[in-house]
């Protein structure tokens, strides 16, 4: 059964820095592909970082590129979202999501954990 676990949300002041996690289990780790989304109610979600285990590519979006860093820890099956310099407009609820290292859509998510953004 595939599961993932996101957590490290909280509230931070702006400028202030988070690093979010997502246990994952059940799934192949050498090919699988983590990405991290966010959400505002009443916005569309919104793809912020990816990083596939399987050829090592990462993606940021325009939105976090430059201040925030995924990572990941292979003898924990876990991957990191370190965000820095954070703005108000990062308040939103993360999400991350799994899926095949070579499928594009993702299969398996989370639950959120909320980031909140103090200005």
């Known amino acids: 059964e595939v599961q993932l676990q996101a957590s490290g949300g909280g509230l931070v002041e702006t400028g202030g820095s988070l690093r979010l996690s997502c246990v994952v289990s059940?799934?192949?780790?050498?090919?699988?592909?983590i990405g991290w989304f966010r959400q505002v109610p009443g916005k569309e979600r919104e793809g912020v970082a990816c990083?596939?285990?399987?050829?090592?590519?990462?993606y940021y979006s325009d939105s976090v590129k430059g201040r925030s860093t995924i990572s990941r820890d292979d003898a924990k099956n876990t991957v990191y979202l370190q965000m820095n310099s954070l703005r108000p407009e990062d308040t939103a609820v993360y999400y991350c999501a799994a899926r095949r290292a070579s499928i594009g859509q993702y299969d398996y998510w989370g639950q959120g954990t909320q980031v909140t953004v103090s200005s």
């Open positions: 059940g799934f192949t780790w050498d090919d699988v592909a």
């Open positions: 990083i596939n285990n399987k050829d090592g590519k990462i």
